[in-house]
């Protein structure tokens, strides 16, 4: 088995501000997935990297930057909070199949 | 683009009854995915199926491609079951295995 850590569980930041989110696997999963949940809809896909230094926007990528460092880990910048923004970003990983998901952070923009 | 419906939006059961969830999807998806959120947000992983059936405990899925529609099946249903269901579906073609996600279904258990 493996887990997936999200970085912080809770995020507050201001109109404008350039927020970071961190996600960690140890599944040794190729694939890693960033999605965005908003109050009664299903979630959706912003960044996808099916590898170390590979990016792919999903069908949300405006208003967002990806990186993957290594294997391993996947951050996600958000380049400028909206105000009243309030989401659940949540991560994934796969080896090609099934996806298995972090706790997810759960961001406040006042 | 593809899209995954999913209903019922919201469904309230009385323990030790069942029901069923249902997704269907606009075009032929490869394999699904049934997921709980639980009381902390997190996804819980129930199903993944490229065909046919597989069951659980309590909880049966059935995913039929051809006909372009999976199905969840509750039966004896507990306090602990309520909470959200999210159908997720992975198209042909797409790279990375990207999962269409549909909007979810409140269940609620009442004694």
């Known amino acids: 088995g493996g887990i997936i850590t999200q970085t912080p569980k809770f995020l507050i930041g201001q109109e404008g501000q350039k927020l970071t989110l961190k996600c960690q696997q140890n599944f040794n999963h190729d694939t890693m997935y960033w999605y965005r949940q908003d109050s009664g809809k299903g979630l959706r896909l912003i960044y996808y990297s099916i590898t170390e230094n590979d990016l792919q926007k999903g069908d949300l990528s405006e208003g967002y930057d990806a990186s993957r460092e290594k294997k391993s880990s996947f951050s996600l910048t958000v380049t400028s909070a909206q105000k009243n923004e309030m989401a659940v970003f949540l991560c994934?990983?796969?080896?090609?199949?099934?996806?298995?998901f972090g706790p997810g952070t759960r961001l406040t923009v006042l | 683009g593809d899209q995954v419906e999913q209903s019922p939006s919201a469904l309230s059961l009385h323990e030790g009854t069942g029901s069923a969830l249902r997704c269907n999807f606009t075009?032929?998806?490869?394999?699904v995915q049934w997921f709980r959120k639980n009381s902390r947000g997190s996804l819980i992983n129930l199903f993944y199926?490229?065909?046919g059936t597989k069951e659980n405990g309590r909880l049966k899925s059935a995913f039929d491609s051809k006909e372009r529609y999976s199905t969840l099946h509750i039966r004896d249903a507990q306090l602990e079951d309520s909470g959200t269901y999210f159908c997720?579906?992975?198209?042909?073609?797409?790279?990375?295995?990207?999962?269409?996600f549909g909007i979810g279904t409140l269940l609620s258990v009442k004694p």
């Open positions: 075009t032929t998806m490869r394999a």
């Open positions: 994934a990983s796969s080896s090609g199949g099934e996806q298995y």
């Open positions: 997720a579906a992975e198209g042909y073609g797409s790279s990375g295995n990207k999962l269409i």
């Open positions: 199926l490229a065909s």
